[in-house]
C-alpha cells in the first residue's frame, strides 16, 4: 500500500516495519481474515482487507530510541488475535466515537487497534481509555512505533462514576 510505503519512509517507523517482514511487495492470503470478520458480525470494509493484505499477521516491536516520549509494546496486526468475541464493547465505541470500527490488531498486549472508517486509528481497552493515535491510519502507526507525538482521550475509562 501506499500509505504504508510513505510510514517506512519515516527512519524509526520503517526500521521497525522492516524487522517485522514488511516490504512493499508484501502479500498475505486474507481469506481467514475476512471470514473472521463476517461470523462477528462487521460489515466488509475493501480498505481494511488490502491493509492486512499487507500488514497482516505482522509483528513489529517499536525500536527503543532517545526521542521516545512515552512506553510502548509490540504490535500484532491480527484481528482475530486481538478482538475474537468483542464485537459488543466495539459496537459500544462505535456509537460512543460515531465511527464505524475494525479491528486490525493488538498494541501492548491491552489495547485493540481498531481503524474507524473516517480514517482514524484508535486503541481501545476494556480497563483503559479509548485513544485517539492519529487521524488517519499512517499517523497513528507513526505515532506507536516512533512513541513521539501526541495520543488523545477519546473516550474516558468508564470508573464507574456517573457523568452530568
Not at 36 to 42: F, L, M, P, Q, R
Amino acid at each position: 500500500m501506499d500509505e504504508l510505503a510513505d510510514l517506512a519512509a519515516d527512519a524509526i517507523a520503517g526500521r521497525a516495519l522492516e524487522a517485522g517482514g514488511w516490504s512493499p511487495s508484501r502479500q498475505v492470503d486474507v481469506g481467514r481474515f475476512a471470514d473472521w470478520y463476517s461470523a462477528e458480525g462487521y460489515p466488509s470494509n475493501d480498505a481494511v482487507m488490502r491493509l492486512l493484505g499487507s500488514i497482516g499477521n505482522l509483528l513489529i516491536v517499536p525500536p527503543d530510541h532517545a526521542g521516545a516520549q512515552f512506553g510502548s509494546g509490540r504490535i500484532v496486526f491480527d484481528p482475530i488475535l486481538a478482538s475474537t468475541g468483542e464485537r459488543p464493547r466495539i459496537a459500544d465505541r462505535e456509537a460512543q466515537l460515531a465511527d464505524a470500527l475494525w479491528p486490525i490488531g493488538e498494541w501492548s498486549d491491552s489495547y485493540i487497534l481498531l481503524l474507524g472508517a473516517s480514517g482514524r486509528l484508535y486503541a481501545e481497552s476494556s480497563e483503559f481509555d479509548v485513544l485517539l493515535l492519529g487521524e488517519t491510519l499512517v499517523d497513528g502507526l507513526k505515532t506507536i512505533i516512533t512513541r513521539r507525538g501526541q495520543i488523545v482521550v477519546a473516550v474516558p475509562a468508564d470508573d464507574g462514576t456517573e457523568r452530568a
